[in-house]
């Protein structure tokens, strides 16, 4: 069946670049997204690509999709105190079809 | 704007009580509505989706079971809560057509 999988944690300095990685397994995912989960919070979508699209940016934030080998990853530039969370990849084969979810990846900001 | 919220926010049961979590969605008509449920180690289970009212779809088996009553009201109940109905659960809404999620605040359940 469908996975999606990612590291559980992951620690950073303030200021350095974070980079969270997910691969998947579904070849027919069509739409890949990241959600955003403060501490004590519901998540928050951050980005999404579609699998046509090799990269997309949003101020902060690069997301790069290796479809061939089935990998995605999430850059955040400048990382801030505010960055910390748990990050979520997801993929979804269609419009209308559910997500799936990996894991989640707690990311740390070490001063 | 549309608003998605949850509540209660936190709940203590003891095993063997019953459960209602409710999420009301404001600010759109006939939204797709998703349960999950966050356990600990676990990642996030999509637990029920629903397409319109008393529409439900169940994607494990479990104790759990979810209700549709109203447009944009959806319900998680329990009869009997186990201990491992403990978690973090999370109602999520989208457009019909479009599969971009949005997550309420959330409600801590913690059976004891």
């Known amino acids: 069946g469908e996975d999606v999988e990612q590291s559980l944690f992951l620690s950073v300095r303030e200021g350095d670049s974070s980079v969270i990685n997910c691969t998947y397994t579904d070849s027919s995912s069509t739409y890949l997204y990241w959600y955003k989960q403060e501490p004590g919070a519901g998540l928050q979508l951050l980005t999404y690509?579609?699998?046509?699209?090799d990269m997309k940016q949003d101020q902060r934030l690069t997301v790069l999709l290796n479809k061939k080998d089935k990998h995605l990853s999430l850059r955040i530039a400048d990382t801030q105190t505010g960055d910390s969370a748990i990050y979520f990849c997801a993929e979804s084969a269609d419009r209308d079809d559910k997500i799936i979810f990996g894991k989640g990846t707690r990311l740390h900001i070490l001063p | 704007s549309q608003t998605i919220h949850q509540w209660p926010a936190t709940l203590v049961q003891p095993v063997g009580s019953p459960l209602s979590l409710e999420c009301t969605v404001e600010g759109t008509s006939n939204p797709n509505l998703y349960w999950y449920r966050q356990a600990a180690g676990r990642g996030l289970q999509l637990l029920f989706y629903?397409?319109?009212?008393?529409?439900i779809s169940s994607e494990v088996p479990q104790n759990l079971s979810a209700s549709r009553p109203q447009d944009r009201q959806f319900i998680l109940s329990s009869k009997k809560l186990l201990l491992s109905d403990s978690g973090f659960y999370l109602c999520a809404w989208s457009e019909g057509n479009v599969n971009e999620q949005y997550f309420g605040p959330g409600t801590r359940l913690t059976v004891t």
């Open positions: 690509i579609f699998s046509n699209m």
């Open positions: 629903s397409v319109g009212i008393g529409q």
